[in-house]
């Protein structure tokens, strides 16, 4: 039978490995229609599905701004086959003109489930509060064809990912958010659906892919506790400020064996300046206090940030050799739609370009480029940077 709306998630060919998680978000739409009654369909076109899959005559497409040329290459290809296309996601929801101009006919802001629900019905409806919203619809798309592993001491096992929050309390001013609350999940709506993957999927590692999981520390505790002693692993993200001793018990008590920090830079200056509400030594203590327990520990480093400079870049070099985090992933910064550097680049001292520019943050070794120009540092600059934190790290490690 012929769905109501085709959902799409475009590829990632900037991406090294671009089947590694499933696409949570057309998901969580997916779930959200069928729970009122619409058909719908899914596809990821990392995954090999194509144009000709799509088969009704609405098709949704969610994308980032690293997918938007792809996204609007679909916008196009499904206007001129006279379909109606509606879109979605963190860049639609700041760049909104822009996806009209591409052709697309109605654009959804923010966690958008519910405005297109009562947009196809054409009626209003009583939303659902986060503890109700139904969980990703894992049988839209083929949950198994998606690779990523977790590796723990004695096995190696499939995992996928999860998102137990919305947003984030905090506000960076690097980051873009999709909606400026932070809306977590209940302990039990969390835990019932890690039960509910090891039941129907077959899934004993997680992704917590929420951007900062132990923010919520009551929430946090109860969680660790009923997890403790079951046998799950799980990879988390979290900031640094909150990771003490008590929080690293819990986190290795219910089976967390890595967490990637958000770090951003090894320079006060740097963080002061973008808002991150963290300093070098909080940031130190967090990959001690994980490493003490045996947890490891990936850094999360942002190059080229309002304020960079040769200076900074040596600090953040000192940093990774005093802190020793684990391993580190090294981004390129890029003013991202939405975030109070893009939207006030003359209080950041930043100059960028936008039209027709990747903005890719994270990419294919090799491929990386920037936008973005500040204090005498060009953008040739901040790509060795990038090049040579990388390196950096490899010769502490070995």
């Known amino acids: 039978m012929k769905p109501d709306l085709t959902l799409i998630f475009p590829d990632s060919p900037f991406l090294e490995v671009r089947t590694m998680f ?12 069928k729970h009122f009654g619409l058909k719908v369909q899914c596809l990821d076109l990392a995954l090999g599905h194509n144009y000709e ?12 701004t690293p997918q938007r040329e792809s ?34 006919d109605k654009v959804f802001k923010g966690y958008g489930e519910h405005a297109l629900l009562e947009w196809m019905l054409n ?13 990703p619809d894992r049988d839209a798309l083929p949950i198994h064809e998606y690779k990523q592993t977790i590796d723990g ?11 137990s929050a919305r947003g984030c309390p905090y506000k960076c001013a690097f980051c873009s958010q999709v909606d400026p609350k932070y809306i977590p999940q209940s302990a039990d709506r969390t835990i019932s659906e890690l039960y509910h993957l090891r039941d129907v999927y077959n899934y004993t590692a997680f ?23 079951e046998d799950f692993m799980f990879r988390c993200f979290s900031r640094t400020n909150g990771i003490d001793e008590e929080t690293c018990e819990r986190l290795v008590g219910m089976g967390v064996i890595a967490v990637g ?20 030594e909080i940031n130190t203590n967090a ?17 080229g940030l309002p304020g960079e400079s040769e200076k900074t870049i040596k600090e953040t070099l000192s940093w990774i050799e005093e802190a020793r985090p684990d391993s580190v992933g090294v981004s390129i910064f890029q003013p991202l739609p939405g975030s109070s550097i893009f939207n006030h680049p003359e209080k950041y001292k930043v100059d960028f370009e936008y039209n027709g520019q990747p903005f890719v943050y994270r990419g294919k070794r090799g491929e990386y480029v920037s936008n973005v120009e500040m204090n005498g540092l060009s953008s040739q600059e901040v790509v060795c940077y990038h090049k040579l934190i990388e390196d950096f790290h490899k010769s502490l490690t070995g």
Not at 272 to 280: D, P
Not at 287 to 298: A, D, F, P, S
């Open 22 to 33: 499933p696409p949570l978000g057309i998901m969580y739409i997916a779930s959200y229609l």
């Open 53 to 64: 899959d799509a088969m009704a005559d609405i098709i949704g497409i969610s994308f980032t």
């Open 71 to 104: 996204a609007f290459e679909l916008i196009r290809h499904f206007k001129r086959e006279g379909k109606t296309v509606v879109v979605g996601g963190p860049h639609p929801t700041h760049m909104k003109e822009e996806c009209f101009k591409a052709g697309a």
């Open 123 to 135: 009626k209003k409806i009583t939303p659902l509060n986060v503890n109700e919203i139904p969980f």
């Open 153 to 163: 001491k004695f096995d190696s096992r499939p995992s996928t990912p999860i998102i």
């Open 207 to 229: 992704t917590m892919y929420d951007d900062a999981f132990v923010c919520d520390k009551s929430r946090f505790r109860v969680i660790s506790g009923i997890l403790r002693g």
């Open 261 to 280: 920090l958000g770090v951003e830079s090894g320079s006060d200056e740097i963080l002061k300046l973008n808002m991150k509400r963290t300093t070098r």
């Open 287 to 303: 990959v001690k206090n994980l490493q003490k327990v045996g947890i490891e520990t990936k850094a999360f480093l942002i190059v």
